[in-house]
Structures are given as C-alpha cells and as structure tokens.
C-alpha cells in the first residue's frame, strides 16, 4: 500500500518568513506532484519532479529518492500564498496518484 | 483551452434520488480521473480511465457508484441512490502521459450535498 505522509498538518507564517513543507512515501515513484488548493475549492498543479529540483518563482521543490521524501519550500511568503498544499505520489501504476492530507498554511500580513 | 470542465457545480439532492456528475476533459488528454474530497478523507481516487477504458475503479466505494466514458470528450459519474455520507466535493481529472509529462489538470469541482 502507498502511503505519503505530510508535515506538518497545520503551518501559520508572517508575511516574508521562509517556508517549507514536508512529504514522505512508502514505495517507488515515477513521479511527485505538489498541487495547491486554494481557498476557493480550485486545485492547481504546481510541479512534477522525478528528480532533483525544481524551481518557479518563489517556490522551490526538491526530492531525494533515495531517502523517499520531497519539501515544497516558499521564498519570501505573502497572503497570497495561503492555501492547502498537497503532495501526490504517482507510483508505479501508470496515472493513478496517492495522495497527502494536506498542509494548511496561513501566511499573515 | 477551456480546461476542464465539470457541471453541475453544486448540487443539492435529497437521500435516495439518483446524481449525475458531468466532466468534459481536455481535448488530446487521454487519460481521465475522477476523485472525491471530503474533510474526514482528504482527496482519494474514484476510478480513472485510459483511452475511454476504465482501468482502476478500486476506488468506487459500492455499487451504489458508477461511471462511464462513452467517448473521448466525455465522462460522467452516478450515484444511485443517493445517502448523506456521499456529500462531498467531486473532481475530475485529466492529463496525457504522453512523452513522460503526466501533470494532471483538475476541473473546478461538483459540492454534492445530500440531504
């Protein structure tokens, strides 16, 4: 069974501040996404890696397949930010995603 | 490109009628998704399909749940009957895995709610 496993839960920052989210699987990946989910309810691909880092703006994400465990880091945060970030495993079957709880994370001004 | 797209985008029934959700993907995606989220839950996977084949339906809680594929364009997930723990946010889903890519686009959502 695929498990991936998100920390923290629950994530307040001051505007500015740097942040950085955690992910964690059980099993091989062909690939990791982080999606984002904003208040309104719309979900929203931010990356894809296999490998490596990836970088768009002020957000930066890095795996370490060796170790099972991807963050999505936030430079400079801002209110806009604020959303719940959600990590998804796209394991060895072709597709299909398992994904994290999710990370709310409030960014005030 | 619209994106894709999901009708209704809220809907209200009562226990036991019957529930259509309808999904439209992007055109050239051959794969198809549908999920559901709920605050116990999180986000899990319904079923998803390939080509307009369903390929895992693992996901579909009971036979109370079904989806079909008819054609490349279109997809559509029903509910019958319907029960109040099936309230809950629908999405789909699609992507094309061609060339290794395979981000998924997600559609606005359906907030089912069951009286």
């Known amino acids: 069974k695929n498990e991936v496993e998100q920390s923290p839960q629950n994530l307040t920052a001051q505007e500015g501040e740097f942040i950085t989210i955690n992910c964690s699987y059980s099993v091989g990946i062909s690939a990791l996404h982080w999606l984002q989910q904003h208040p309104g309810g719309g979900i929203v691909s931010l990356f894809m890696?296999?490998?490596g880092k990836k970088k768009h703006g002020r957000l930066i994400a890095t795996i370490n397949i060796q170790e099972k465990h991807s963050s999505l880091h936030i430079t400079a945060s801002h209110p806009r930010d604020s959303a719940v970030y959600i990590c998804?495993?796209?394991?060895?079957?072709?597709?299909?995603?398992?994904f994290g709880r999710g990370t709310q994370l409030t960014v005030w001004p | 490109d619209a994106g894709v797209i999901q009708s209704p985008r809220h809907e209200v029934t009562e226990m036991g009628q019957e529930v259509t959700l309808r999904c439209k993907p992007i055109s050239g995606h051959d794969y198809l998704f549908w999920y559901r989220q709920t605050m116990m839950r999180g986000l899990e996977l319904l079923i998803y399909f390939n080509n307009n084949v369903p390929i895992d339906d693992s996901g579909m809680p009971e036979d109370r749940f079904s989806a079909k594929m008819p054609n490349a364009s279109f997809s559509t997930l029903k509910i019958q009957p319907s029960e109040p723990r099936d309230s809950a946010v629908y999405f789909c889903?699609?992507?094309?895995?061609?060339?290794?890519?395979?981000?998924?686009?997600f559609g606005p959502g359906t907030r089912l709610t069951v009286l």
């Open positions: 998804a495993d796209r394991g060895s079957t072709l597709g299909r995603l398992y």
């Open positions: 890696l296999s490998s």
């Open positions: 889903a699609s992507s094309s895995l061609a060339g290794g890519v395979g981000e998924q686009f």
